[in-house]
């Protein structure tokens, strides 16, 4: 189950990154959502740096949401949602379905959002020097997951100076982002 799941994540990372690369004008307007200093959401002000935490307790009790008994187990309780975790909902597909249904669909789509958000909100990211959007390689080698069949290296730049990536001569490594999980040295502590 460990390995699907990291499998899986890395291998959705590296297609997000490479679409992304591929299409900079969605990746700019994603980094410009992600560094917007005050937000306004839900008729609420969000000055910067404020700490928001969400209470699922209350959502989870609100009325509005027409769950009834929610302190109890109710079986039939979603029984008539709009998601359908038999397989008919094409968002759900890929995470199996029935018995068989990967058991960690929640975590991994959440991580998996939280993951392509830092990396976006970290950095910039370049294509190697000698590669342009439209060469991107974006041919698929099937196995347990679809993986790309030539992986994707990016040149990260970093947004603030506690983030210098470098290697030991001073300059930029360029990253294969199947290896992705060893990203980040901090230069200045």
């Known amino acids: 189950m460990f390995l699907g ?8 990372l590296e297609w997000m990154m490479s679409e992304l690369m591929r299409n900079p004008e969605v990746m700019n ?3 410009e959502e992600f560094l917007e200093r005050n937000i306004e959401t839900g ?4 000055p910067e740096k404020t700490r928001v935490f969400i209470n699922a307790w209350a959502i989870q009790r609100d009325p509005r949401l027409g769950l009834d008994r929610p302190e109890e ?11 359908e975790f038999k397989g008919q909902d094409l968002q759900l597909i890929p995470f199996g379905f029935g018995r068989r249904g990967c058991p960690g669909v929640a975590f991994g789509v959440c991580s998996t959002e939280y993951m392509i958000a830092n990396l976006l909100y970290w950095f910039d ?4 020097r000698d590669q342009l959007e439209k060469d991107l390689d974006m041919s698929e080698l ?5 993986q790309k069949k030539v992986h994707l290296h990016v040149v990260p730049i970093p947004y603030f100076p506690a983030a210098w990536i470098l290697s030991p001569n ?3 490594i360029i990253y294969n982002l199947g290896l ?5 040295k901090e230069e200045h502590r």
């Open 43 to 46: 008729g609420y002000h969000i």
């Open 170 to 172: 001073g300059r930029f």
């Open 125 to 128: 990211w370049n294509l190697p």
């Open 142 to 146: 099937y196995g347990l997951t679809v």
């Open 73 to 83: 187990f109710v079986s039939e309780r979603f029984m008539n949602s709009n998601v």
């Open 180 to 184: 992705l999980l060893v990203l980040c």
């Open 5 to 12: 799941g990291n499998d899986t994540t890395s291998t959705a």
């Open 29 to 31: 307007k994603a980094q």
